[in-house]
């Protein structure tokens, strides 16, 4: 005897078309009847999709019309947030509640089965993050519709309601990366500054992700493809790039203090170090995140000297190394994937080294200028990071005191900078300093994030008086780990 399948209220099938795509009808009361299109919407054919458990549905059809009417009508104005398992859940003018008066049409979808949604594709950049894309770790979420790339470049940016680890480590395996070392929010790197010929749109917001998926359009969430988010609340990520070694450590040797010396790396029971050409040195990222996972501050400088005295243990000989700044641990930073055997028997190499600040008190956010120079882009030590300062509300009275903290003369002058930004956090907003306080940190801050600023509106400032001036390195593209050299 074969089974009968059983209908419930609030089931729906698909009619006219075929097991993908057809009108919408809705079981109600032991009938069926159709549902208008007036107000149909992207996230109400999404929800019907999920019911009849189809992963996704035809982005470019959702809205296609289903034809006339059935005589029976039981749906207009559904409101699905998106989230929503059954049509039902939904709100709606109520049940043979219906006017539709604009169309008299019936709302249909076309649902994607699993082969379809596998080949979906929303490629990935984690924009004004610290690192150039090749190997990008951090930044603001931004996906491209892979059938927008034909038609448009149209972003997908988003809303960070509800963005949490979980979510982030979907976005950052789905980059290509170990897993999330934190989800961010309120713009945290500033608002995305569109092209002239870009359109934007929010990809959705309320994600729910377990943290297990492939793609984070697998994810439930709310309010699909709108073009609107509340100000300041677009969604980031920092990464971890690979699963760390578990005994990975570092240790500072051969100096006269505990916050300078040789640069020495443990792991797989031995104690290594780190030989540089000459032509090559540390950025201020790379000595930034030794000294902060030894929890002595920031990187003052990078001597070059062998001053700190050479190891007996092995030495690891890349051509470079990379930290974009926003790592955790250095066993995060990239390495070129062919160490130079050659490197300590060349003149001129040294063993890495660094001098850090030392640990930073609470109540203390330092200043400095980009690459530690005596002008240029404005940064700010908060939240373990170095961030660009945001032009809005910039005062003269501020500027004197940032020249004042740096050692310097008085300010000659500030706008929005015409520097190159190596990109990262954008703080602060709206500043408020008298002019009397001897550190910046002293005024009034204001939000840390969250304050209506792009990358094009970020602080540069020149102080006069004379300082030593370092030379920005050029950047060195490297394309593995240093996890790579310790095994």
């Known amino acids: 005897m074969r089974g009968r399948l059983i209908v419930l209220d609030g089931d729906v099938r698909l009619s006219g078309g075929s097991s993908q795509n057809g009108r919408v009808e809705v079981l109600h009361d032991g009938r069926w009847g159709s549902i208008c299109l007036d107000g149909w919407d992207f996230n109400d054919a999404l929800v019907v999709c999920k019911q009849l458990g189809f992963p996704w549905l035809n982005r470019d059809d959702w809205n296609y019309d289903g034809g006339n009417l059935t005589e029976l009508v039981w749906l207009s104005n559904v409101q699905c947030k998106g989230s929503e398992t059954r049509l039902d859940e939904c709100a ?82 789905q980059d290509g990366h170990y897993s999330a070392k934190r989800a961010l929010t309120d713009s945290y790197f500033g608002n995305h500054r569109p092209l002239r010929s870009q359109e934007i749109a929010y990809l959705a917001t309320d994600f729910a992700c377990i943290g297990n998926e492939s793609k984070l359009i697998e994810c439930p969430a709310n309010f699909w493809f709108q073009d609107n988010c509340t100000a300041n609340h677009q969604a980031g990520v920092l990464c971890n790039r690979i699963k760390e070694p578990e005994d990975f450590q570092l240790r500072l040797l051969g100096g006269s203090n505990a916050r300078e010396g040789r640069v020495e790396f443990h792991v797989n029971g031995t104690w290594g170090s780190l030989c540089l050409k000459k032509d090559y040195t540390f950025f201020d990222e790379e000595s930034d995140v030794i000294c902060r996972q030894l929890g002595l501050g920031y990187g003052l400088e990078a001597p070059q000297d062998d001053r700190f005295g050479r190891g007996s243990g092995p030495v690891v000989f890349p051509s470079s190394v990379l930290c974009s700044g926003s790592e955790s641990s250095f066993a995060q930073c990239y390495m070129r994937d062919e160490p130079d055997q050659e490197c300590l028997h060349l003149e001129g190499s040294s063993e890495a080294s660094v001098i850090c600040s030392g640990p930073i008190p609470e109540d203390r956010s330092p200043v400095s200028f980009q690459r530690r120079q005596k002008d240029g882009l404005l940064q700010i030590h908060h939240d373990g990071l170095w961030g660009a300062v945001c032009a809005n509300g910039w005062t003269d009275a501020n500027s004197k005191v940032v020249c004042r903290e740096l050692g310097l003369g008085a300010p000659k002058s500030f706008s929005t900078t015409q520097y190159s930004w190596r990109s990262g956090p954008v703080f602060l907003g709206d500043v408020s300093c008298t002019g009397d306080e001897a550190t910046l940190d002293q005024c009034n801050l204001g939000r840390w994030s969250g304050n209506n600023c792009t990358q094009s509106t970020l602080l540069g400032l020149t102080c006069s008086a004379s300082a030593v001036v370092t030379a920005a390195v050029p950047s060195i593209l490297v394309f593995a780990s240093l996890a790579v050299f310790l095994h």
């Not at 924009?127 to 034909?150: A, C, H, Q």
């Not at 979980?166 to 976005?171: K, L, P, Q, S």
């Open 92 to 173: 709606n003018d109520g049940w043979k509640e219906h006017q539709c008066a604009e169309t008299r049409r019936a709302a249909a979808v076309a649902c994607m089965d699993q082969e379809e949604f596998k080949g979906q594709q929303f490629y990935i950049t984690l924009g004004d993050g610290n690192g150039p894309t090749v190997f990008e770790n951090d930044g603001r979420v931004m996906l491209w519709y892979s059938k927008d790339l034909i038609i448009g470049p149209r972003v997908y940016l988003v809303c960070d309601q509800g963005w949490d680890l979980a979510d982030a480590n979907v976005i950052c395996r």
